[in-house]
């Protein structure tokens, strides 16, 4: 069992939280107003092994931590965590993009970088591992759901981290040959940028079950 950290209550933060729960890990889920999201979601609240408590002690608390706030404003977010997250590892799974009018992602936030890149530069005591950004979140944690088996992308510059990071796939449904790290922290952009075909995806096709993957 880990003590896992999930910084963000939303849709993504809760799917992650309930199936790495059911996985047998001790979860926190963080908030700003954590007594507030524990009235809200009320089908985690009673679950076993999930607890709620605010960003800082979340981070604090925790071994391992999953950003899943909204990646346009996860930088800023999480700079200021620099001593909470120090020594951990850090899973970001969101991706950085300013909206468009419709409300889905359009332009990248950080074009010829990546929010991955730019948490490592300003959380560097922290083991930075990319993951599970080019999926719809309900993918994430049932990728058997797909006819065609999806891929999941690790980017990171510590091989220990990673592998730490593929156990929680593993956790969380992956198949090992599903896994397809794509090595240092830099590659995240490539998969960073994969969410520009996402809104196109999503408005021809509405909220289905999809991934980016590799095809071989």
């Avoid at 922290?126 to 992308?153: Q, S």
């Avoid at 981290?161 to 995240?188: C, F, H, R, S, Y």
Wanted: net charge neutral; glycine share 10%; with cysteine.
């Amino acid at each position: 069992m880990t003590d896992i950290g999930i910084l963000g209550t939303g849709r993504v933060g809760t799917n992650l939280a309930g199936r790495l729960s059911a996985a047998g890990h001790h979860v926190t889920l963080g908030h700003r107003s954590p007594h507030d999201t524990a009235a809200r979601t009320t089908g985690l609240a009673s679950a076993p092994r999930i607890a709620f408590a605010d960003h800082r002690t979340t981070a604090r608390t925790t071994d391992i931590v999953i950003n899943a706030t909204p990646g346009d404003s996860s930088l800023d977010r999480l700079a200021g965590l620099r001593a909470e997250l120090a020594g951990k590892i850090l899973v970001d799974v969101s991706n950085a993009t300013r909206d468009a009018a419709d409300g889905l992602p359009g332009d990248l936030c950080y074009p010829g970088s990546s929010l991955a890149e730019k948490l490592q530069a300003a959380l560097p005591d922290t083991r930075v591992v990319k993951t599970l950004n080019t999926m719809l979140f309900t993918v994430m944690t049932a990728p058997e759901t797909l006819a065609t088996p999806p891929t999941a992308y690790l980017s990171g510059d510590d091989e220990n981290a990673k592998k730490a990071v593929t156990g929680l796939l593993g956790d969380l449904g992956w198949q090992p040959e599903q896994v397809e790290d794509l090595g240092d922290i830099g590659t995240a952009r490539a998969t960073e940028a994969m969410i520009l075909v996402v809104p196109h995806i999503l408005r021809r096709h509405g909220f289905k079950p999809f991934a980016v993957s590799l095809a071989r």
